[in-house]
């Protein structure tokens, strides 16, 4: 089951390259489910490989300038404060409530790919951008508590808010969002660092392979709809978040 799970960080990977984000949502269901670690282990687990991958993805953002300062700021703060309360919130709290929770976020994820393709993007206004600052504000914070507690990065909540509330082109909107899930990930696991043993080795493979997929969906996407992709994806987490939530603990 271990290789199957590495296996499958392929598939996470491949995802994150075709469709700039949502894969990573399934490292906690294979860490759990299919390597059989605790969820204790796996979401601190899950924090650390999100980073990493969504840290690598930044990186070319933030060489084309689609990466917002200002705004990154704005959630970064709050994200960062709020992602340390979630994993200390976690810590004293029963797994099985995590999972529960994680499940729910699952749906939630897979409703929003589902529905992506029928939003359409604001044109924002100065104006509009300064009155959403504190929304967005306090979103980051909130976005930040869920990063620590499940272990998800939160870039399918994070990408709505930032075109939505702040007025940012889906481009920036996305760059912004990889450095965002990178500070909150990386507050978590400061949280859960000392608390909670953590299996380097196997992080270290299953980044590894993650990356290798990322690189190979990159040069994937311009073969494949992004549309047709992101809702056949969105059902197959609907799926499994239904499974995660209903069947299996």
């Given at each position: 089951?271990?290789?199957?799970?590495?296996?499958l960080?392929?598939?996470?990977?491949?995802?994150?390259?075709?469709?700039?984000?949502?894969?990573?949502?399934?490292t906690?269901?294979i860490l759990?489910?299919?390597?059989?670690?605790?969820?204790?282990?796996?979401?601190p687990?899950?924090?650390?490989i999100?980073?990493?991958t969504?840290g690598?993805g930044?990186?070319?953002h933030?060489r084309?300038?689609?990466?917002?300062?200002?705004?990154?700021?704005?959630?970064?703060?709050?994200?960062?404060v709020?992602?340390?309360?979630?994993?200390?919130?976690?810590?004293?709290?029963?797994g099985?409530?995590?999972?529960?929770?994680?499940g729910?976020?699952?749906?939630?994820?897979s409703?929003?790919?589902?529905?992506?393709?029928?939003?359409?993007?604001p044109?924002?206004e100065?104006?509009?951008?300064?009155?959403?600052?504190?929304?967005i504000?306090l979103m980051?914070?909130?976005?930040?508590v869920l990063t620590?507690?499940?272990?998800?990065?939160?870039?399918?909540?994070?990408?709505?808010?930032?075109?939505?509330?702040g007025g940012?082109?889906?481009?920036?909107?996305?760059?912004?969002?990889?450095?965002?899930?990178?500070?909150?990930?990386?507050?978590?696991v400061?949280?859960?660092?000392?608390?909670?043993?953590?299996?380097?080795k196997a992080i270290?493979?299953?980044?590894?392979?993650?990356?290798?997929?990322?690189?190979?969906?990159?040069?994937?996407?311009r073969?494949?709809?992004?549309?047709?992709l992101?809702?056949?994806?969105?059902?197959?987490?609907?799926?499994?978040?239904?499974l995660?939530?209903?069947?299996?603990?």
């Amino acid at each position: 089951m271990t290789a199957l799970g590495f296996i499958l960080a392929l598939l996470i990977g491949l995802s994150l390259g075709l469709l700039g984000g949502g894969g990573s949502i399934l490292t906690i269901p294979i860490l759990h489910h299919v390597m059989g670690y605790d969820v204790k282990h796996a979401i601190p687990m899950s924090l650390v490989i999100v980073g990493i991958t969504s840290g690598v993805g930044s990186i070319a953002h933030w060489r084309t300038g689609t990466v917002r300062l200002q705004t990154t700021f704005a959630f970064g703060v709050p994200a960062i404060v709020g992602a340390v309360l979630g994993a200390d919130l976690g810590l004293r709290v029963s797994g099985e409530l995590q999972l529960t929770v994680f499940g729910i976020v699952m749906l939630a994820a897979s409703v929003s790919m589902l529905l992506s393709g029928m939003r359409k993007t604001p044109r924002a206004e100065t104006e509009h951008r300064r009155k959403a600052l504190p929304v967005i504000t306090l979103m980051g914070g909130a976005v930040g508590v869920l990063t620590g507690f499940v272990g998800v990065g939160g870039g399918f909540l994070y990408v709505p808010a930032l075109t939505l509330l702040g007025g940012l082109p889906i481009k920036q909107a996305v760059g912004t969002s990889l450095v965002l899930i990178l500070l909150s990930c990386t507050a978590g696991v400061a949280r859960y660092q000392g608390n909670v043993a953590l299996d380097w080795k196997a992080i270290a493979l299953f980044t590894a392979i993650a990356l290798i997929g990322v690189a190979l969906g990159t040069r994937l996407v311009r073969y494949v709809s992004q549309t047709a992709l992101r809702h056949a994806f969105g059902v197959f987490v609907l799926v499994i978040g239904a499974l995660v939530l209903f069947v299996g603990r």
